[in-house]
């Protein structure tokens, strides 16, 4: 299969899946990023995340499915054992890559892609032997998150960004508007049932309608 048509089977099953946001928690792994549920509406669900430790890697793409291969790499070898102890480290969920808003059409974007940290590492992991990757203090926040089907790609994840966005002006809420996450929950061998987010941080007290939790 070429390229243009992965991207047409991929864009197939994302519009086939269910598109609603609904809670997602560890699907494929022992241990994924915990949060409690504030508030779901028909458009977005509201979480409340804990502060947590990520390893990290930044990587400069025009295009989104580059950066998160190149990221995905360098975090998988550092779990591993690609660290100065050795150890193989269990695989998380989600994955998340950080994506600027603004960008110049002429001008690669600097993506972050970062794996969660098992607990028995959040307070003491051992260092990476890749320059290129790093520890990430990810702060106590709440999270605007909407959920979707399919591969996680660049027309997708941003298509589902703007909804969010818009559906967020709407309700006058108030969110960091700088950047998104997209989150993806599936190992890459997995092919239907795929489950990916896209997240904008909320600042100061989030906005909730709808079902209260």
Known sequence: MGALGFVLFSLLIATQANIRATATKCIETKECSDYEVICTNADYEVRHYNASKWVSTSVQSYFMEMAAYDGFRKLFKYIKGANVDGVHIDMTSP?????????????????????????????????????DVHFLEMPEMHAYVKSFGGWMLSVNTKLY?????????????????????????????????????????????????????
């Not at 974007?109 to 890749?130: H, K």
């Not at 969110?175 to 600042?203: C, D, H, L, M, Q």
């Open 95 to 131: 994955v998340l890559i950080k994506k600027p808003e603004a960008r110049n059409m002429w001008e690669p974007v600097t993506y972050t892609i970062s794996f969660l940290l098992p607990a028995a590492y959040q307070d003491a992991a051992p260092a990476p032997t890749n320059g």
């Open 161 to 213: 960004s703007i909804l969010l966005s818009r559906e967020l002006n709407a309700a006058s809420a108030s969110y960091n508007t700088t950047f998104y996450y997209g989150a993806g929950y599936n190992s890459p061998r997995t092919v239907f049932n795929r489950k990916n987010e896209v997240w904008y941080i909320a600042e100061g007290k989030p906005k909730c309608s709808g079902q209260q939790t």
